[in-house]
């Protein structure tokens, strides 16, 4: 591993998505309308605006981050760019880290962008500390930059990659406890519940939102989350290699 090829290749994608208008549009500024429209639609209660506020500020990153990823990623795969990477010098784990670290950079740019939105003008009060909540909220986002980053190699077509959106992510976000309250989940459904990452990152926000204390169960919380998102960077490490000899 060389620092300097990790750079290079987080410049490189950077250097990409500066130059897809659409792209940006969708990291930095679908999140902020969509937390316009929340408060908007709930200008007249702010209770839960309070409640959802918070969760929606690591949830919206999740999905976008994801999504941007995976597509990318596959464009570098089909394109034929991964695999005359992988004839040069450069190392998996310097393009995994270029890659990892050029996605970072945006989800930081896109989680600052959208809580000082969401806690400034819009008005989004939340009870623990700022800071937690826009770490939680990046390390949401790393995890789907590392799912991207992993599903991408099952995919043949950005229409395929896309078709993991509903797969991955949907299943997550209806048992993560935003729409229930996870205890009260049946069963079967809550101990799936369990294994899934983003409920982690759920059960943090909803803990920031509602609390100002930083209890043991809140660093759990974030631990798994950021545990989670360097399991899907290692698995998707497996899926850098050549096709041709």
Request: glycine fraction near 8%; proline fraction near 6%.
């Amino acid at each position: 591993m060389r620092p300097s090829r990790t750079l290079a290749t987080a410049l490189r994608v950077l250097t990409q998505l500066r130059h897809d208008p659409r792209t940006i549009a969708l990291l930095l500024g679908v999140p902020c309308l969509l937390m316009a429209l929340l408060r908007w639609l709930l200008d007249e209660r702010p209770e839960q605006l309070d409640a959802l506020g918070a969760p929606l500020l690591a949830l919206f990153p999740f999905i976008t981050m994801f999504l941007v990823t995976s597509v990318t990623m596959l464009r570098e795969r089909v394109s034929g760019t991964l695999e005359r990477l992988l004839t040069t010098p450069i190392g998996k784990l310097d393009l995994l880290l270029g890659y990892g670290l050029a996605f970072a950079v945006v989800a930081g740019l896109q989680v600052s962008l959208v809580s000082a939105l969401s806690l400034g003008p819009l008005g989004v009060d939340v009870a623990g500390p700022v800071a937690l909540v826009v770490l939680v909220a990046v390390i949401d986002a790393l995890l789907g930059v590392a799912l991207g980053l992993l599903v991408s190699a099952f995919a043949t077509t950005e229409f395929q990659a896309i078709q993991f959106l509903p797969a991955i992510v949907f299943p997550q976000l209806m048992l993560c406890g935003l729409l229930i309250p996870r205890r009260e989940l049946p069963g079967t459904l809550e101990a799936v519940s369990d294994l899934l990452p983003l409920s982690y990152a759920m059960d943090a926000m909803i803990s920031l939102a509602a609390s100002s204390e930083v209890t043991g169960g809140l660093r759990d919380n974030i631990a798994v989350t950021a545990g989670a998102a360097l399991v899907a960077l290692i698995l998707a490490a497996g899926t850098l290699r050549r096709r041709s000899a």
